[in-house]
């Protein structure tokens, strides 16, 4: 999701496409260096574990859980708030039967008037033995890139802790992409990666494309790369479990949200679970694939992932685990139940 308060015209991908739209990135020594424990002090909703079932947790849980075969899917909550600006200039081209549809699959999305809510989430993989794959930062602490539009300071380190996962056991960080409310919490202010034994996984795409004064680019991937972190994938990865019988964790490119943006795929038990990231961001792309984002770098590419992704899930039965929805999990023959 790029950031709303900079108005940004459809366009093929381009070097600014796939960036924070934040016009410079803040100081990192003029951010309290306290914002970390600062986020861990905050209070949290109760843990839900939802084991295989299909219904969703309540809306609100900080931490949801689902097993595929040998992985534990945990949807992390980093923040709750309203987007700033109303649905219908975010999704110009919804109707009103589309938003009536939408509004079936996740009544908590609407707001007062024509306001927006929405979650921001993160995920963790958590395969035997504890080891993590977390799939994007979030919104990060106070002075972060999306402090400007974004409800900073996110969760996620007390949510982490929550879910009795320490930064030391994360050993990949996959940035869907490299828009501000999703590689938050990858630094400190300082610049210092928080998760110190990660391998840090972005497409090769997503960083060619950003300019060099870029936010996305000064404030993260700079970092990363000095610390010898970032790795820079290009095209469908296989991260874990290649080969077993158990299951498998696979990078998928998706562009068109930004150049690079990729999901993740979750393999495991003969169950499928599809990691969206920005792919769709509100229900209404759920209720009508076509209905684009005005903040797409490519919205002819964005609707072809997005179409794609949604029919291979209903071929599959795989299970959706949406970043921006009020609801983590969600499974694809439930949309049709609900809009049909």
């Not at 861990?40 to 084991?51: K, S």
């Not at 945990?74 to 975010?90: E, K, N, S």
């Not at 509004?103 to 609407?110: G, I, V, W």
């Not at 990666?193 to 700079?222: D, I, K, S």
Request: charged share 20%.
């Amino acid at each position: 999701m790029n950031d709303p308060t900079v108005p940004s015209a459809p366009s093929a991908p381009s070097a600014s496409s796939a960036s924070s739209a934040s016009s410079a990135a803040p100081g990192r020594r003029r951010v309290l260096r306290g914002a970390l424990a600062l986020a861990g002090a905050v209070a949290l909703p109760p843990l839900v574990a939802t084991g295989s079932a299909v219904a969703a947790p309540p809306t609100g849980s900080a931490v949801a859980v689902r097993r595929f075969g040998r992985y534990e899917v945990l949807a992390l909550l980093d923040a709750h708030g309203p987007f700033p600006g109303t649905r219908q200039a975010a999704f110009p081209g919804a109707t009103a039967a589309d938003w009536e549809r939408a509004r079936r699959l996740d009544p908590a999305a609407f707001g007062t008037g024509d306001t927006w809510e929405l979650d921001f989430r993160c995920y963790a993989v958590r395969r035997p033995g504890g080891r993590v794959t977390l799939v994007d930062t979030g919104i990060g602490p106070v002075g972060s890139p999306a402090s400007g539009w974004a409800p900073v300071p996110g969760k996620l380190p007390a949510v982490l802790a929550r879910a009795g996962i320490a930064p030391a056991d994360v050993e990949a960080v996959v940035l869907t992409h490299l828009h501000e409310d999703h590689y938050g919490w990858s630094v400190t202010p300082e610049g210092v990666p928080v998760f110190p034994n990660a391998r840090y996984l972005v497409q090769h795409a997503e960083v060619a494309a950003l300019g060099p004064t870029r936010t996305a680019r000064t404030y993260v991937v700079e970092p990363l790369l000095g610390a010898g972190r970032l790795d820079e994938v290009d095209g469908r990865t296989v991260l874990s479990g290649r080969g077993r019988p158990g299951g498998a964790v696979t990078l998928l490119p998706t562009p068109g949200h930004t150049p690079g943006h990729q999901s993740v795929l979750v393999e495991g038990g003969g169950d499928r679970l599809l990691v969206t990231g920005d792919v769709l961001v509100h229900a209404v792309q759920l209720a009508s694939p076509a209905v684009g984002y005005r903040y797409e770098a490519d919205p002819a590419t964005a609707r072809r992932s997005r179409e794609q992704l949604l029919d291979d899930a209903r071929r599959s039965g795989a299970v959706l685990a949406t970043a921006h929805l009020n609801r983590p999990f969600v499974r694809p023959w439930a949309v049709e139940a609900a809009t049909g």
